[in-house]
């Protein structure tokens, strides 16, 4: 059996590594072609500074584009805890935005429904106390994204 020289251990630490970044370098470009949604979900008041008007609260769920290329979003809505859906339709109820839309890298859309209808569409759906769902977005090809799990209080 022949001697390993420093010479061929090197060569071969240096082939091995060359792989390495070969393979990461493909995985990084194929990541970069994929979307990437980010979705958080908020709820809020709106008030008119010096009229003492408030809008009722609002339930609000807002998809932002944290890839590198453009995102077509047809659908939004709430996931249920028996796997149903509660699909939001119809244009925003604060800022008219409708889906479908097309976010480019870094927009966002927010998607807000009024939180007492959202709870009265829970209520007809035979949910009652508290329930956790997650607000989701999904594009023309089904992909979907969620968000964290957000407690709903249905009734008391």
Same mark, same amino acid.
């Given at each position: 059996?022949?001697?390993?020289?420093?010479?061929?251990?090197?060569?071969?630490?240096? +082939?091995?590594?060359?792989?390495?970044?070969? !393979?990461?370098?493909?995985?990084?470009?194929?990541?970069?072609?994929?979307?990437?949604?980010?979705?958080?979900?908020?709820?809020?008041?709106? +008030?008119?500074?010096?009229?003492?008007?408030?809008?009722?609260?609002?339930?609000?769920?807002?998809?932002?584009?944290?890839?590198?290329?453009?995102?077509?979003?047809?659908?939004?809505?709430?996931?249920?805890?028996?796997?149903?859906?509660?699909?939001?339709?119809?244009?925003?109820?604060?800022?008219?935005?409708?889906?479908? !839309?097309?976010?480019?890298?870094?927009?966002?859309?927010?998607?807000?429904?009024?939180?007492?209808?959202? !709870?009265?569409?829970?209520?007809?759906?035979?949910?009652?106390?508290?329930?956790?769902?997650?607000?989701?977005?999904?594009?023309? !090809?089904?992909?979907?994204?969620?968000?964290?799990?957000?407690?709903?209080?249905?009734?008391?």
């Amino acid at each position: 059996m022949e001697d390993v020289t420093l010479f061929q251990v090197i060569t071969v630490f240096i +082939a091995v590594l060359g792989l390495g970044l070969s !393979i990461y370098s493909i995985y990084t470009q194929r990541n970069d072609k994929q979307p990437s949604i980010k979705i958080t979900t908020s709820s809020s008041i709106i +008030a008119t500074p010096g009229f003492g008007i408030t809008s009722p609260q609002f339930f609000t769920t807002t998809a932002m584009n944290t890839g590198h290329t453009p995102v077509h979003l047809s659908g939004c809505g709430l996931r249920l805890p028996n796997g149903k859906t509660l699909q939001f339709v119809g244009p925003d109820e604060y800022t008219s935005k409708s889906l479908p !839309i097309t976010l480019s890298p870094g927009q966002s859309i927010p998607i807000s429904r009024v939180l007492e209808n959202v !709870i009265g569409d829970l209520q007809r759906e035979g949910y009652s106390g508290t329930i956790s769902v997650h607000s989701y977005f999904r594009d023309e !090809i089904n992909n979907t994204w969620e968000s964290k799990k957000v407690k709903f209080k249905v009734s008391e």
